[in-house]
């Protein structure tokens, strides 16, 4: 979707329904700046209030997401066109989500087998060591409960069983046995459990 097309549709729309960026943002319930954003293609309206600002401004949310007036005649092709788009769309961003989750799990790895083995050179045996350790495996945790959480944040387990895809919460994907990213997940269609592959289209 071309966000600076799409902006300059709105700002239009907007002048036509003879409203300033305040009145459209108080009808709207969000601030001047975001509409601002949004003309000038910095960002988009966000999914839950489309509708609202498509009736506002007296548009279909079709022709908000063109960025241009349709008519009946190629309203099919461009239904067809937004799909694609936005499918594409969501594709890129679990592909960058699926990188940073591994970026994260790397960084966090190499950082705490790095840690790990400064703590054996610098600090002596005893109570001290254990503690180091224990810290150390703690502040390196973290980022990996974050990177699990972007990990079920995109895309689903296959079920091995039947096929079946699931979206499990971040507590079952937490609590379940796991290698790598295939999780040993019960899954709600077959009500079996298997090791469920993550794939990254739902």
Known sequence: MDQIKIGRFIAECRKKANLTQMQLAEKLGITDKAISKWERGVS???S???LELSDILGISVN???SGEKISM???NQKNEQLLLEMAK???KKNKTIWVAMWTIMTVSIIGLIGGLALIAL???EGPWMLVAILALCA?????CFYALKLEVSVGAYKCKNCGHEIVPTYMQALNALHMGTTRYLKCPECNKRTWCKKVLKK
């Open 139 to 143: 502040v390196f945790l973290i980022p």
């Open 63 to 65: 022709e908000l997401l």
């Open 89 to 91: 769309e969501l594709e």
């Open 48 to 50: 839950s209030i489309m």
């Open 73 to 75: 005649e190629n309203n």
């Open 122 to 124: 610098f600090v002596p």
């Open 44 to 46: 988009m309206p966000d």
